[in-house]
């Protein structure tokens, strides 16, 4: 069996929805959390994906009790937030929600602490282009400020 880590069903969705006229965007955001989210609870307990490169073992996928219930968790909350950003038409603010909440998933199932640095970065990142979305001057200081820090 092949298993597909529940993060990247948002990436390839970020990827679709860049380039999807509004409504089949809309469609595809809202099934999204509900496909992942179904994509989790068939992956077996104690499920460990693990490579090696250059000589470091990444842990890119574990799943265990506690990251599953905190997977769904997340994916409850995506589906919350894409039901609450269907009115906008931004393309931008929805490609970065995608790869917000497949980045903060991405953090959960991190067997190691590189892969959990790369995610938390992924989701400093995508944070910021939610900031700049909204394109004003303020937000443009508060998005600036964010990558100060």
């Known amino acids: ?3 597909f880590p529940p993060f990247a069903f948002f990436y390839l969705a970020a990827l679709a929805a860049a380039v999807l006229p509004r409504v089949p965007r809309q469609a595809l955001m809202l099934a999204v959390p509900v496909v992942s989210c179904a ?12 490579m090696s490169i250059l000589d470091l073992q990444l842990e890119p996928l574990r799943v265990d009790r506690l990251s599953r219930l905190f997977g769904i968790l997340f994916h409850i909350g995506a ?15 929805h490609v970065a929600a995608l790869t917000y909440a497949g980045s ?13 640095f790369v995610f938390w970065e992924l989701l400093a990142i995508s944070s910021v282009f939610l900031i700049f979305a909204s394109r004003t001057k303020r937000s443009y ?3 600036m400020r964010y990558l100060i820090i």
Do not use: N
């Open 1 to 3: 069996m092949i298993e």
């Open 104 to 116: 903060a998933l991405g953090a959960v199932f991190a067997g190691d602490l590189l892969t959990l």
């Open 79 to 93: 589906f919350i937030g894409i039901v609450f950003s269907l009115h906008s038409r931004d393309r931008t603010q």
């Open 141 to 143: 200081g508060a998005g």
């Open 39 to 50: 994509a989790l609870l068939q992956l077996p307990s104690d499920l460990l994906v693990s």
